[in-house]
């Protein structure tokens, strides 16, 4: 991408090699090691962390890039899950094939984004924020009374005995032995998650750099501006919002195939503010930032809950603090210490680094064109 | 070529209130291709306004006005600028958090066609659209003379340098009217003299030009023609040295100044 020394580049190069391979050997790795050391729990904790970063990921688009606070994501991932468990389950008597209900899912969800932006367009800031939280109540509140007079999603019981996720004849639903090792369920979803995270990834990073991704973000620094030099700004937005839903749409077919039962109660508004959570902390626009918040709000809690009881104990020999509460605690500090710490995320966007390093900047006068490295 | 055939843009008995304020009241002028026209006038006259409406970004409650010979009412921003105005803020409105480069790319971005797919694959014609984005965006900043690394982002630029990158991100969309809302507030005298003979090089370029600005001596310098607007209407129209005679003109804005 940049022009510099041929040398410094292949050695740049062959970093970038070691560590990209080191990563995806711990990446594949990842699930018998947490098996190995803390346990199959963990598994399936991680499992859930990779199904909050696709959704953290999806909301960036709609937040970070576009700058269009949604504080009713959580529907769409509810409205994907909800299509994969009705067509794949006893509740109807269906059992469509994983290929066909999870892009129906996301496709759902997207067409869902649309019905939701269309009418929130000319909303900003704080008003477009309140809508979207209604929105996501009122799904969730459907869904919990879709039992009357006809019986669609079976209220606040839910829907159970899901089919499990399920390619050509392989169930991900059991165990399986692959090249001389076992792979229990969690792990093969663990394989899964991992693939479509890193697609959305992918999506994610292409469309930060294009034409369509620019415009985003400069409706997200100045809409006025934006509409005068030419971009539809209508059209765009809604773009944003349908990108972001199909993301959550995928993500919830995906939960519900994974967890085989799912509920109104796993679609809250803890739930969104949760996902909201992760891309503002992480750092709002930066994928890697994203990430990061993502594992981080799904794996603390999780350590905090099985380490607070017995540190407790061990300090005063009794539980003092239920580890549910002081999960919450913790949670709400962490958030008030990183805002007032670091405004711009744990890990912000690299532009804002570039700005800081002026050492870098020959390097881009040099740049000629963006797709150097393509020729 | 017809006389009608030369007028770029058109305004007749244009209106804008604001309440009970008449912003802008029966102005007519037409601009003529090719020329750099002044608006000029005391604090509050209504030239912001007039430029909002030809911009798309406020709707005129009285006249029409007509661009490149079509009508246009009731049009959102983006089909003006389609159709090839484009616009500088007074109070600079640069996308902050993009970089100089970025900011005039976004302005490429309704020449342009790449959607979702092209950027997903990357195609050969996205791949192609992309490298002439950044190519076109890269000599803008050059013509316009921004001398700071194009990856600064733009809210760290210098002052001047706003201004100019405004200019740019508006070239970019390969205007045919380009109007500038006080290009030279805050500038210092050498980089108003630089930012003089930048729009000579627009206007030689084929670029009409349209300025709001109230530097006295710029405006006598550069503009073919000067219209003045006091309390939303025009009160006088003509070449520089006419409208400086003019004792309207004086009595209005020009003052003690011009006597
Ligand atoms: N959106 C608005 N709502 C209400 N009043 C407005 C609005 N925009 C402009 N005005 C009023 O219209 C009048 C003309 O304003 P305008 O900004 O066009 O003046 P201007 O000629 O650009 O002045 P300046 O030289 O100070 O920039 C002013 O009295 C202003 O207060
Ligand atoms: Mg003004």
């Known amino acids: 991408m940049r022009n510099v020394p041929d040398s410094l580049l292949r050695h740049d190069k062959r970093h970038a090699w070691i560590a990209f391979a080191a990563l995806a050997i711990m990446l594949l790795a990842l699930p018998f090691a947490t098996d190995a050391l803390l346990g199959r729990g963990w598994v399936r904790i991680v499992d859930f962390a990779l199904l909050y970063i696709m959704l953290a990921l999806g909301l960036n688009i709609v937040v970070g890039y576009a700058g269009l606070l949604d504080l009713g994501y959580i529907a769409f991932f509810a409205v994907g899950a909800y299509c994969y468990a009705l067509l794949g389950s006893p509740q109807f008597g269906l059992h469509w094939p994983f290929w066909i209900v999870l892009p129906l899912g996301a496709l759902l969800a997207c067409v869902f984004g649309v019905l939701l932006g269309a009418p929130t367009l000319k909303l900003r800031g704080d008003y477009l924020a309140i809508v979207t939280l209604g929105f996501g109540e009122i799904i969730r509140i459907f869904l919990n009374n879709l039992n009357a007079p006809v019986n669609i999603t079976n209220g606040p019981q839910g829907i159970s005995m899901i089919d499990p996720v399920r390619i050509g004849g392989f169930s991900l639903g059991s165990t399986h032995e692959l090249f001389g090792l076992t792979f229990p369920s969690v792990h093969l979803y663990y394989y899964l998650f991992l693939c479509v995270t890193l697609l959305v990834i992918f999506v994610s990073l292409r469309l930060e750099d294009s034409r369509i991704g620019r415009a985003w973000m400069a409706i997200r620094e100045d809409e006025v501006a934006a509409e005068a030099m030419g971009i539809n700004t209508r059209n765009i937005k809604l773009l944003a919002f349908a990108m972001g839903a199909t993301f959550g749409g995928a993500a919830g077919g995906l939960f519900a195939g994974f967890q085989g039962f799912i509920s109104p109660e796993s679609f809250g508004l803890t739930e969104s503010v949760m996902i909201v959570c992760m891309v503002v902390l992480g750092g709002m626009g930066n994928i890697r930032g994203v990430v990061l918040g993502g594992v981080l709000l799904v794996l603390l809690p999780e350590a905090l809950r099985h380490g607070a009881g017995p540190a407790q104990h061990a300090l005063f020999g009794k539980t003092l603090i239920d580890p549910e509460s002081l999960r919450m605690l913790l949670f709400g500090l962490a958030l008030i210490v990183v805002m007032l710490v670091r405004p711009a995320g744990l890990w912000p966007s690299t532009q804002r680094r570039r700005e800081l390093s002026p050492d870098e900047d020959v390097v881009h006068q040099e740049q000629d064109t963006v797709y150097d490295s393509s020729k | ?259």
């Open chain 2, 1 to 259: 070529m017809t006389a009608a055939n030369n007028v770029l843009l058109d305004l007749s008995g244009v209106g804008k209130r604001f309440g009970g304020l008449a912003a802008l009241s029966d102005v007519s002028l037409h601009i003529r291709r090719g020329e750099i026209y002044g608006l000029i006038g005391p604090n509050g006259a209504g030239k912001t306004t007039l430029f909002n409406v030809v911009t798309g970004l406020y709707q005129m409650d009285d006249g029409q006005f007509t661009f490149d010979g079509i009508a246009y009412d009731r049009c959102k921003p983006h089909v003006l600028a389609q159709a090839g105005i484009a616009r500088t803020f007074q109070n600079i409105r640069l996308f902050a958090n993009m970089s100089a480069l970025e900011n005039v790319m976004v302005g490429r971005h309704l020449r342009t066609r790449a959607g979702i797919w092209g950027a997903l694959t990357r195609n050969a014609g996205a791949r192609a659209e992309e490298r002439a984005i950044v190519k076109r965006a890269r000599d803008l900043l050059h013509y316009v003379g921004i001398a700071s690394p194009h990856q600064t982002l733009a809210k760290h630029l210098s002052y001047g340098e706003q201004r100019r990158l405004e200019i740019a991100r508006a070239l970019a969309t390969d205007p045919k009217l380009l109007a500038l809302d006080e290009p030279a507030a805050g500038m210092n005298a050498t980089e108003t003299e630089s930012l003089k003979a930048l729009l000579q090089t627009i206007r030689a370029s084929g670029v009409t030009v349209l300025l709001i600005e109230h530097d006295v001596k710029l405006i006598l310098g550069l503009c073919d023609r000067v219209a003045v607007l006091d309390y939303g209407r025009k009160i006088a129209e003509g070449v520089p040295e006419e409208v400086r005679r003019n004792p309207a003109v004086i009595a209005a804005y020009l003052g003690g100044e011009a006597a």
